[in-house]
């Protein structure tokens, strides 16, 4: 099945740096990859996604880069704020239509900390 | 308002009891998750649901159980065959089933088995 390897586990940016949190996945039939912030006792909303036809999505703040040849996607968060302090999740899926193949595999997730 | 909600928000239990869990969502999303989330790791799935009366085991389904009787709930049962039943359990629904779409997450319970 598939895997998902997120790193850092934790990362600490001031205020106003950018932050940059990376994903890797195993199953090269995975063409879906969502990022998801969670916040203290909540349950994780999604911020950003990229389906595999895109190299990046951008939004605002937040952009998603995928490399499928590697294997790879990340998260990038500019001008970061203090409310951006959270935990992070990607996520990879196969998304066909074949029954079951939408199920979302979730990294590690990586606790970001912003400093003021 | 439209979402999801899981109650209630924290459940305490002793050990060897069985405990459901709720989930109903208003939404009129035709597939519903249930994951677990310990400490310092991601989410695992026990088990999905993508029609009424339909559900399938995820990656740890071992000591639960499931029901879709109904398209707006998906409860869960942790029984007393759950070795680590201490976690945070989150409810999540998606618009249609076989196609990538996003996956909303309910509030979540935590659950403490002593």
């Known amino acids: 099945g598939e895997n998902v390897e997120q790193h850092p586990s934790t990362l600490s940016v001031q205020e106003g740096d950018s932050a940059v949190i990376k994903c890797t996945y195993s199953d090269s039939a995975s063409n879906y990859f969502p990022w998801y912030k969670q916040e203290l006792g909540k349950g994780p909303q999604l911020i950003i996604d990229?389906?595999?036809?895109?190299g990046e999505k951008k939004d605002q703040r937040i952009a998603v880069t995928l490399n499928k040849t590697a294997k790879h996607f990340s998260l990038h968060i500019t001008e970061t704020q203090p409310e951006d302090s959270a935990v992070y999740f990607c996520a990879a899926s196969m998304g066909s239509s074949s029954f079951g193949n939408e199920k979302l595999t979730f990294g590690t997730g990586t606790r970001l900390t912003i400093i003021p | 308002d439209g979402g999801i909600t899981q109650s209630p928000k924290y459940l305490f239990r002793k050990e060897g009891q069985n405990v459901t869990l709720s989930c109903e969502q208003n939404l009129n999303h035709d597939a519903m998750y249930w994951y677990r989330q310990d400490p310092g790791q991601g989410l695992r799935l026990i088990y999905y649901s993508q029609i009424v009366n339909d559900f399938q085991k995820g990656d740890i389904a071992e000591g639960y159980s499931v029901s879709r009787e109904k398209k707006e709930s998906f409860p869960l049962t942790v029984t007393s065959a759950q070795k680590n039943p201490t976690a945070f359990y989150l409810c999540?629904?998606?618009?249609?089933?076989?196609?990538?779409?996003?996956?909303?997450f309910g509030p979540g319970t935590r659950l403490t088995v002593t």
């Open positions: 999540a629904s998606s618009r249609e089933t076989g196609t990538p779409y996003e996956q909303y």
């Open positions: 990229i389906r595999s036809n895109v």
